[in-house]
């Protein structure tokens, strides 16, 4: 239960989907458990009962969709786990309950419906048919997202092995034959390489060309290099359970690239490198740090690329991050005096 959510469950496009799912799943509640049930009004006959119908069934469509919205702010703040989501679900089946029961019960002592059921009996049944109709459709959401996810992570590894953003393709020693995807900035080629070792899992080397710009070299769990990229252009890391995704700068775009390997072991390799370890499931390059801020909830960093992710800190790696970044800054100081 303690497990993280895999981050496409939080995305906009799954809660769309989820959205239309209710839609549909609660459609055909109307048409064939409604007339089977003694305290259920809906009825798409009659002009009252038409409209009564309608604008109940589209507040609780609008209020499915102020909780996934307010789902998707949480989410920049902080780490859904499994039970959370769950606990999520729930209360917004209650939420929905509630108003149905409300409605319900000011329209039977109004008499614009036919009836008299305790509160306690309303919310009780209608409970079971929400909390029915959710599991249903977001089953069905969830299925669609693992699917989908599915396809996009074998459509990047397949890209990773035989196709490369610009520049040349890099091709491992013997014992990693699969060919590696270099990336990220003006990189025409590489000239040598310090990896002269089979490749260790997770491990990086640093290729050093005739110029200045440091490659980033990034191991599978198997040893095999799959991806290649200065260091500049790498922005953040964030885990996938037993994947990692890199988001890079590509020809003046974020990108991304999934790539399996834990990414307890893709932080021991940056050791010596801008990319630093700031929360259990993000890896930021401080170099890239447009705004480090506060807010009630704890520090977050805005990158310097449009449209990115607030990133986290956690407290249990603050300390750690703030050293390396304090020191990054000096050291950016320190090189503007000189050049003074």
Excluded at 19 to 24: D, E, F, K, Q
Excluded at 157 to 162: M, N, Q, R, T, V
Excluded at 247 to 268: A, D, F, Q, T
């Amino acid at each position: 239960m303690k497990k993280k959510l895999p981050d496409f469950l939080l995305e906009k496009r799954h809660q769309i989907v989820t959205i239309i799912a209710t839609v549909v799943i609660a459609v055909a509640f109307l048409l064939i458990y409604v007339p089977l049930s003694s305290t259920t009004w809906f009825k798409l006959s009659g002009e009252v009962s038409f409209f009564l119908t309608v604008g109940c069934v589209a507040v609780a469509i609008l209020l499915l969709v102020l909780c996934r919205v307010i789902m998707c702010r949480l989410r920049r703040r902080q780490q859904f786990q499994l039970w959370s989501y769950i606990l999520w679900m729930i209360a917004e089946a209650l939420v929905i309950t509630l108003f149905y029961s409300y409605v319900t019960h000011i329209l039977m002592k109004s008499d614009l419906i036919v009836g008299d059921f305790p509160f306690s009996t309303l919310f009780t049944k209608g409970l079971i048919v929400v909390l029915a109709i959710l599991i249903i459709s977001n089953t069905i959401s969830i299925l669609w997202s693992i699917q989908r996810d599915q396809k996009e992570r074998l459509k990047i590894l397949s890209a990773g092995f035989h196709k490369h953003a610009h520049g040349p393709v890099y091709t491992t020693t013997t014992n990693a034959p699969s060919p590696a995807v270099i990336v990220g900035g003006d990189n025409a080629a590489v000239q040598k390489t310090t990896a002269t070792e089979p490749g260790i899992p997770g491990a990086s080397t640093t290729i050093t060309p005739d110029y200045e710009p440091k490659i980033i070299n990034l191991y599978d769990h198997n040893g095999i290099l799959r991806f290649s990229i200065k260091e500049s252009d790498l922005y953040y890391i964030i885990s996938q359970d037993n994947y990692v995704r890199i988001h890079y700068l590509n020809n003046g775009e974020m990108s991304s690239y999934m790539l399996r390997c834990p990414l307890k072991v893709i932080e021991k390799s940056l050791k010596d490198s801008s990319l630093i370890r700031c929360h259990r499931s993000y890896i930021v390059n401080i170099s890239r740090i447009k705004v480090l801020r506060s807010e009630r909830d704890g520090f977050f960093i805005d990158l310097d690329y449009d449209g990115t992710t607030a990133i986290p800190i956690s407290k249990s790696y603050s300390d750690h991050f703030m050293e390396h970044f304090s020191k990054k800054v000096a050291g950016l100081e320190a090189n503007e005096k000189k050049k003074k």
